[in-house]
């Protein structure tokens, strides 16, 4: 039987999410994301998410977009999560990177990759970018 603890962080994410479709616009254009979060609730409630591991990867899967992207559907969702009391924070992927002056794994690896010409767009060198980018090719892959 899962604990209490994670069964109110359960029902946090299906509320998040549901606060999601609720307050996006975007999942009117893209119905297949919004059967998608849909089909993943119906899989928490009949209780075939059982691991805090399996939930740490689904709120990842929800919160990617919300985290790297910007925008008026962006900002409402997280002032409605912060409005229903949830205690979930956006957080800015690039900033831990930044920090520390490299990518240390391959998720961030990606996130880079992924986000590249939006980082430079928002000031970020890009030949620093690059030099992160082969720095970690050269160790890791």
Do not use: C
Request: hydrophobic fraction near 45%.
């Amino acid at each position: 039987m899962p604990s209490l603890k994670f069964l109110v962080q359960v029902e946090a994410l299906l509320h998040a999410w549901e606060t999601a479709i609720l307050v996006d616009d975007v999942f009117e254009g893209y119905p297949s994301t919004k059967a998608m979060i849909w089909y993943h609730m119906q899989l928490i409630r009949i209780g075939r998410l059982r691991t805090p591991v399996g939930l740490k990867h689904l709120r990842v899967a929800v919160f990617t977009h919300y985290n790297e992207g910007t925008g008026p559907n962006v900002d409402r969702l997280w002032a409605a999560i912060a409005s229903a009391g949830l205690a979930f924070e956006r957080r800015d992927p690039f900033q831990p990177i930044r920090v520390r002056g490299g990518i240390r794994t391959r998720d961030e690896y990606v996130y880079i990759q992924d986000a590249f010409v939006q980082l430079v767009a928002s000031g970020v060198d890009p030949g620093l970018l690059g030099q992160w980018l082969e720095t970690y090719e050269r160790g890791q892959l």
